[in-house]
């Protein structure tokens, strides 16, 4: 298998990054189009609420209206998640669910170990650590979230570079039990982003040292393509149910 990478750095909206996200999932499962893995970014900055959350529980609404930040619904599980556009890339993978990638468990240590990968050639000493997320010292640095359809899997996350941690830690809200559980007592204590371990470092070339981490965490080469008309139109169907309230507010 030859995975194909497509970069969208420039970035786009919460609603149609979501709806493309979408669009790979459903022809993957099709087989119209071959496994992918997308680097992407935000643009404006915004926030994704876990599949399964209680919005009222999961994001302070006050703060994203007030500061007119985006906000929607993902179709993946996971917690609630605030994407800087300058200071976080995501990815998104589509895969055939095949082999290892049968246990869930499995395949998400398998598809994270890309950006452990990454990151230790950064010289960062990342690890992950079950279910979904990889840290540095301790502290949370990248969270995952998947979906299956058809025998395929969707999965994306997201990477820290210079995030603002104050924005973050004033979108989001977090169950106190789950906080302490990790020993924390807020968000920011929670996190930690790549530009404190490393310094600056460009978009450009983390795209880059992530795409060289899944490579191997996949054991596949891989090759840089751009979006089909068929997937942008794919995209376009879908982009209206992430602006639709009843989707954004289902729970």
């Not at 246990?103 to 010289?123: P, Q, T």
């Not at 990342?126 to 995952?144: L, Q, T």
């Not at 169950?175 to 460009?202: H, Q």
Request: with cysteine.
């Amino acid at each position: 298998m030859k995975l194909r990478v497509v970069l969208d750095l420039e970035g786009r909206d919460v609603y149609w990054q979501m709806a493309i996200d979408e669009a790979l999932l459903t022809l993957r499962s099709r087989g119209e189009i071959p496994s992918t893995l997308r680097l992407y970014r935000f643009k404006p900055s915004a926030v994704t609420i876990g599949y399964f959350q209680k919005i009222s529980e999961a994001v302070n609404l006050e703060f994203l209206r007030e500061r007119g930040i985006q906000f929607t619904r993902r179709i993946t599980g996971g917690g609630s998640v605030y994407h800087d556009t300058n200071g976080e890339i995501t990815y998104s993978i589509v895969l055939p669910v095949e082999g290892v990638l049968t246990d869930v468990l499995e395949s998400y240590r398998i598809i994270c170990s890309g950006l452990v990968y990454a990151l230790r050639k950064l010289g960062v000493p990342a690890e992950f650590v079950p279910v979904n997320d990889v840290v540095v010292y301790g502290r949370k640095i990248s969270g995952s979230a998947q979906t299956r359809r058809a025998g395929f899997l969707l999965q994306h996350g997201t990477l820290m570079y210079a995030t603002d941690l104050d924005t973050l830690e004033r979108a989001l809200l977090a169950p106190r039990e789950k906080l302490e559980s990790k020993g924390v007592r807020s968000i920011r204590e929670r996190v930690v982003v790549l530009r404190d371990i490393v310094g600056d470092i460009s978009v450009e070339e983390l795209a880059k040292t992530l795409v060289e981490g899944f490579s191997r965490a996949l054991i596949t080469d891989v090759y840089y393509d751009e979006l089909t008309e068929r997937e942008r139109r794919a995209a376009g169907e879908l982009v209206e149910k992430y602006r639709d309230p009843s989707w954004i507010f289902k729970r």
